[in-house]
């Protein structure tokens, strides 16, 4: 920590890395912190929205990381509710510690729940895993013949792997061109609305590069002679934590603990323009104010906050700013009576087990369901109904994200039914929720994006954390990763931003390829 106090520092954005920016400032006794939020509602892209008594994570947010720092603090925020019931599990690791801390009674409002995960792809009617196995089973659904040609395809892709330049390059060599136009490429270009020969492969590098057909044959080889890692068994993927009331309720936490702690939380205060001068910022305007400070941290876009410079940014910066693109996310709640039957049969509602659906069915637009009840029991008012968020990639202005509510609930209701999932006439009912900029896109002017960086980084006392303030797919733990850092680089009175960009780079969390969130 240096000698000199770091002064006022504004954060730009309410979110996860805002938030934890302004609580980790705070608690080392930096005075004067304010926290600008373009809205009314607090954690950004991590809020719950609550409708007629039920909850909506917007996009699904689970609470794991490999960082014993992460843990702690969302921990120190919500305790663990002791779970119930599960005197008989087998908790190893990491979990085993977490269990030992369990500190609270799930009665109570600000806990954790310790939950089980499950996501599955849904393909030809049927259910498979997810990650696809290597498996006898999937074998089975699949077919000998689509197998074999699998394999086929597999072999010739390891004998002559592509140069990866394009995030289908990358996907070729870890599964085959036809596993990849099979499961991989209608799916992805759905979520990003851009052909995968066009998006990075540096996307693929940071979300899902632990995934390969040759660690699933391994895997499913050791199961078959018995040596499956008990450590996998229960391994970060199978549980995590998750806030009773949705992730909403982690930072609505946090913003409580950093405002007792002084900081100063200003909602409705949109960034209009930023006032620099030579390697510095000056001062930030929104919501009709002025605020100068000595340091800025900023989780805004990219594009917006080079855009919003005042003097304008040099040509070279401002065009590239200017070309980044996003992909934004619209989710359909439905509320229905229960699904359909045989979809599982488990409970009054039907429902079925698994938090996500990935859906990778021809003929309809849906890209992922989300089912509620099985993210925390809470986010629903009657256990006895089924919460169904129905997930759809667009881009502002586009055809979905442009149509009338009324005309998504009925898109919405129609897929439903076309996927044999619930019946039109069990719907209880229904709400839209649109998110702009929900994931920074990896093609078009990103290929110069380093460019873009060398320019930012230049402006000595900005600081650059989070999703999109970095213009990164990151998840939760990897923007309070970056935040931490920044703090660390303002109380050391560095100006060094490489930490900062190392987060997120050489993780391995074994991600989707359309955009788990965590």
């Known amino acids: 920590m240096s000698a000199r106090a ?23 006794g930096t005075r004067d912190v304010v926290v600008l939020e373009a809205t009314d509602a607090i954690g950004g892209l991590s809020q719950s929205i609550e409708y007629k008594g039920n909850r909506i994570d917007i996009g699904g947010h689970r609470f794991f990381s490999k960082s014993d720092w992460v843990m702690d603090w969302w921990l120190r925020m919500l305790p663990l ?67 074999a040609a699998f394999g086929m395809s597999y072999l010739r892709a390891r004998l002559l792997p592509r140069t990866e330049r394009s995030l289908e390059d990358f996907f070729i060599n870890r599964f085959g061109r036809r596993l990849y136009l099979q499961f991989f490429k209608e799916y992805t270009e759905k979520v990003w609305g851009a052909p995968c020969s066009s998006i990075s492969a540096e996307w693929g590098a940071q979300r899902v590069k632990s995934l390969s057909i040759g660690k699933a044959l391994g895997h499913a080889l050791r199961r ?11 391994s970060l993927i199978e549980r995590f934590l998750y806030p009773k009331l949705g992730p ?26 930023i006032e620099h001068s030579g390697s510095r910022v000056e001062a930030v305007h929104a919501g009709g104010e002025r605020y100068a400070a000595d340091r800025f941290i900023s989780t805004m876009p990219i594009r917006d906050l080079v855009l919003g410079l005042v003097p304008q940014a040099p040509p070279v910066p401002h065009e590239i700013a200017a070309g980044l693109q996003y992909r934004d996310f619209l989710i359909v709640g439905l509320l229905y009576r229960r699904l359909s039957a045989g979809v599982s049969g488990a409970g009054p509602a039907n429902l079925v087990p698994d938090n ?19 993210w925390s029991p809470y986010l629903v008012s009657d256990p006895a109904t ?20 009324a005309d998504l609930i009925e898109l919405g209701v129609a897929e439903m ?15 839209v929720i649109r998110m ?37 797919y990151n998840n939760q733990d990897h923007s309070m990763l970056s935040a931490r850092k920044a703090v660390e680089a303002i109380l050391a009175g560095s100006t060094d931003k490489s930490p900062i960009w190392a987060v997120n780079i050489g993780d391995d969390y074994h991600e989707d390829a359309g955009g788990e969130s965590g």
């Open 248 to 273: 909403g309720l982690m930072w609505e936490a946090a913003a409580e603990r950093a405002v007792s702690m002084g900081v100063r939380i200003v909602r409705r205060a949109r960034v209009e323009r």
């Open 356 to 374: 996500w659906i990935y859906v990778q069915e021809p003929g309809v637009q849906v890209g992922r369901l989300q089912f509620f009840n099985n």
């Open 436 to 472: 702009p900029k929900a994931y920074p896109g990896y093609f078009g002017a990103y290929a110069r994006f380093d460019e873009l960086r060398r320019f930012l980084d230049g402006l000595e006392n900005l600081f650059l954390i989070g999703r999109n303030g970095m213009h990164r």
């Open 6 to 28: 770091p002064g006022r520092v504004v954060i730009i954005g309410a979110g996860p890395a805002g938030l934890t920016a302004a609580c980790e400032l705070a608690a080392a």
């Open 417 to 431: 039914r076309k996927l044999r999932l619930a019946e039109p006439p069990d719907r209880l009912d229904a709400v």
């Open 224 to 234: 078959l002679a018995g040596m499956a890692d008990r450590a996998e068994q229960t």
């Open 81 to 147: 509710a002791a779970p119930e019931g599960d005197a008989d599990l087998a908790y190893r690791g990491q979990w085993r510690k977490l269990r030992a801390r369990a500190s609270a009674s799930e009665a109570e409002r600000n806990v954790m729940l310790l939950r089980s995960r499950l996501s599955r792809i849904y393909f030809d009617g049927k259910f498979f895993d997810y990650p696809l196995k290597a498996d006898l089973q999937t074998a089975r659904k699949l077919g000998l013949w689509r197998c």
């Open 386 to 405: 089924a919460w169904v968020g129905m997930e759809y990639f667009c881009s502002e202005g586009d055809r979905l994200w442009s149509m009338a509510d």
